[in-house]
């Protein structure tokens, strides 16, 4: 259903302006100093929350690319391995800054799946998160030109050093004056991140990205729709909708990112974290459409529900828009203040766009391709139409 799509006369969105890595930390944490950067937990079960604000993000960034420096990365190709964690996003900033090559693959390969990637992209590091602390050795192995393992966590991989010794490395450095994060110029023109998709034939294809690529694709498309306060990251960090969209866009504009411990959590963590909106692919959307009318059926109050929508939607055409409270218990099952659904990766059939329109949250389908950085289209958020991207 379409009620205030119409409204296609509107200006673009503010925006942080951004064309590199550095400088998109760096703007976000003068804007926000103070505003949770990214929300995390040790372990899944815990009750404490644990956060880094824009500033300690933006430190944490620079520390690190500080001793990335000293490592001498620039050009050196690097593997960005493990599930999101603010490691993996500050990492991943950091070798941009610091002129290295991040290749981010997913943790679930095989070793040897991992391997041919490392040795497709000649790979001199690699960034281990401590959960896949049991393939490091089949990668030192397998792949000749790695020379050094860093672990994100708390120091499992035998010979590797950590991410935080070489945060708490740079730092001293920054602070005794090494200015060479700062001092670096960065080329927005060279590649930035090798990002391995399946292609056609099935064997993964390096597209290369430059931090022009990412930062322009990002920049534009935040004009287009405006990102409220609050997401639950689900989706994997090596993929670029997650990289670049969820990570990338999201950080440029002040966004606090929860980060979720898994799929089995995620029902718990949406009330927990009570999101204003998320970024999804269609499985997920369809997963929660196909929950919320099973959960109606089951309870008798699937009849309900659909009159209610009906009803909703007469009142809407009428400019009375009821549903935060006609469906304030659907909508307690995502946290309550979820607005927003951006929804990428495949086709979302309109039914379950217009059912999730109908009690209060508005999807979103974009179009991409990892060799576009990936966004080439979305729909806006006020403006609309339906079957398209």
């Not at 490395?169 to 700062?182: M, P």
């Not at 109050?301 to 400019?319: C, D, E, P, W």
Request: hydrophobic share 35%; charged share 20%; net charge neutral.
């Amino acid at each position: 259903m379409n009620f205030k799509n119409k409204t296609h006369n509107y200006p673009l969105y503010e925006t942080t302006h951004f064309k590199e890595f550095r400088e998109l930390v760096e703007n976000v944490a003068a804007k926000h100093p103070d505003r949770y950067a990214v929300t995390y937990k040790k372990k899944p079960t815990d009750k404490e929350e644990l956060h880094y604000t824009y500033t300690e993000g933006k430190e944490y960034v620079r520390d690190l690319g500080t001793e990335f420096h000293a490592m001498g990365l620039e050009e050196k190709k690097v593997a960005l391995i493990g599930e999101t964690s603010p490691g993996w996003i500050f990492s991943y900033f950091a070798l941009g800054a610091s002129g290295a090559v991040s290749i981010p693959i997913d943790k679930e390969l095989p070793a040897a799946d991992i391997a041919s990637i490392l040795n497709t992209a000649e790979c001199h590091y690699a960034i281990l998160s401590s959960a896949i602390a049991k393939k490091a050795e089949e990668l030192r192995t397998l792949v000749p030109t790695l020379e050094t393992i860093i672990e994100i966590g708390e120091g499992t991989i035998p010979g590797a050093l950590t991410l935080e010794t070489l945060r708490l490395a740079g730092r001293e450095k920054f602070l005794a004056g090494n200015n060479s994060y700062y001092d670096y110029e960065i080329d927005t023109d060279k590649i930035s991140s090798i990002v391995f998709t399946s292609g056609t034939t099935g064997k993964g294809k390096g597209v290369m990205l430059t931090q022009g690529n990412i930062c322009s694709d990002m920049e534009q498309g935040m004009y287009n729709f405006q990102i409220t306060y609050k997401t639950v990251m689900v989706l994997p960090p090596h993929h670029t909708f997650g990289s670049t969209v969820n990570i990338v866009g999201h950080y440029s504009q002040g966004c606090e990112l929860c980060i979720s411990s898994g799929i089995r959590y995620v029902v718990n963590e949406l009330k927990e974290y009570q999101p204003t909106h998320m970024i999804l692919v269609p499985l997920f959307v369809e997963t929660f459409y196909k929950k919320i009318l099973s959960t109606a059926e089951k309870t008798g109050k699937l009849a309900t529900l659909q009159k209610m929508i009906a009803v909703s939607n007469k009142l809407r055409r009428v400019g009375i828009d009821l549903r935060r409270v006609f469906f304030k218990s659907v909508l307690a099952n995502f946290g309550g203040k979820i607005e927003m659904i951006i929804c990428g990766g495949a086709a979302l059939h309109q039914d379950i766009i217009d059912f999730f329109d109908g009690i209060g949250i508005t999807v979103m389908n974009g179009y991409g391709i990892t060799e576009c950085a990936p966004l080439i289209s979305c729909n806006r958020n006020q403006y609309r139409k339906n079957g398209s991207v």
